[in-house]
């Protein structure tokens, strides 16, 4: 008598530095985990596909399944950059998954951080986003880009960090340690002005830990930065009605760095990521799989 097959998952996250993905059992044992270059689907949808398909590959080589195999496998992929319901679905088209559901990686993101728990996501890495979530529902705002939004992000920070340098450099913002630092990386304002001309988001944010660390040591210009920052994060708190019995994430590289910045109701809802993107992601694959009954 032939056994009942058997059934995986996989997971798979990614954005502008990068693509993870993990391979597991029905009941989310880790098989294998790889990893491929950038995966931004906005950016690039041609190179985020293939990055992503190289990983895939060589997870699913890792974990040493078939062709056959990956036909009874469900899958979940959140990738930076998928906007619409038109780039989910053709992302998941070219997913070599029995069954594959893709979005972009805020629902991941939050699902990993907040785990089974009721409460907020506030994100910030490059860029930036806040989640809520109320028992099975969540909702995700934000996400749209430095050019019109991404608030509190990296890339956010530091370009405002470059704009009070010029506006101080005007004599119409105030100097101070991080300003004179920038200009002297820059050479010249006109350096500044040249470097924005063709900067993307991972280039601003590239100066973000410089903010960071300056208001650390109580410059004046990076603790307001921060502070502007987390006035952001506070005021989508506040929306959200959070209070007692809610817990508050802050994710991403930045996302942490703003737990002194916030109000004191907030700080003391802060508490740690229950899991990662790709952990998310394996959660959303398996309640998918479960949902279709494919587990016997």
């Not at 992000?153 to 960090?161: D, I, M, N, Q």
């Not at 208001?215 to 990076?222: C, F, Q, T």
Request: glycine share 14%.
């Amino acid at each position: 008598m032939s056994s009942a097959p058997q059934y995986h998952i996989c997971a798979v996250d990614g954005g502008g530095t990068g693509c993870r993905v993990a391979v597991a059992t029905a009941d989310g044992t880790v098989l294998a985990r790889s990893a491929d270059g950038p995966a931004n689907y906005t950016t690039d949808p041609a190179m985020a596909v293939g990055n992503v398909l190289g990983a895939v590959h060589s997870a699913l080589a890792d974990a040493g399944l078939t062709k056959d195999d990956w036909a009874r496998m469900v899958a979940h992929v959140g990738l930076a950059g998928v906007m619409t319901d038109a780039d989910a679905a053709a992302l998941a088209q070219r997913m070599p998954f029995g069954r594959c559901r893709a979005s972009d990686d805020r629902l991941t993101t939050t699902m990993g951080a907040l785990g089974d728990r009721d409460g907020a996501v506030l994100a910030a890495g490059t860029g930036s986003f806040t989640a809520l979530r109320r028992g099975g529902d969540v909702q995700l705002y934000g996400g749209w880009g430095l050019q019109v939004g991404d608030h509190a992000s990296g890339a956010w920070l530091g370009r405002k960090a470059l704009e009070h340098t010029l506006l101080a450099v005007d004599g119409f913002g105030e100097s101070s340690a991080l300003t004179h630092s920038l200009l002297a990386r820059y050479d010249t304002p006109t350096g500044i002005v040249s470097f924005a001309a063709t900067a993307r988001p991972q280039d601003y944010a590239a100066l973000a830990p410089l903010v960071i660390e300056a208001a650390l040591v109580g410059d004046v210009v990076g603790a307001r930065l921060m502070q502007n920052g987390a006035d952001y994060l506070n005021t989508a708190l506040t929306a959200f009605g959070i209070g007692p019995g809610d817990v508050v994430c802050l994710a991403g590289g930045v996302g942490p760095h703003y737990k002194p910045y916030l109000a004191a109701e907030y700080q003391a809802l802060v508490t740690h990521l229950a899991g990662s993107a790709l952990d998310g992601g394996l959660a959303l694959a398996r309640a998918a799989l479960q949902r279709e009954g494919a587990q016997r």
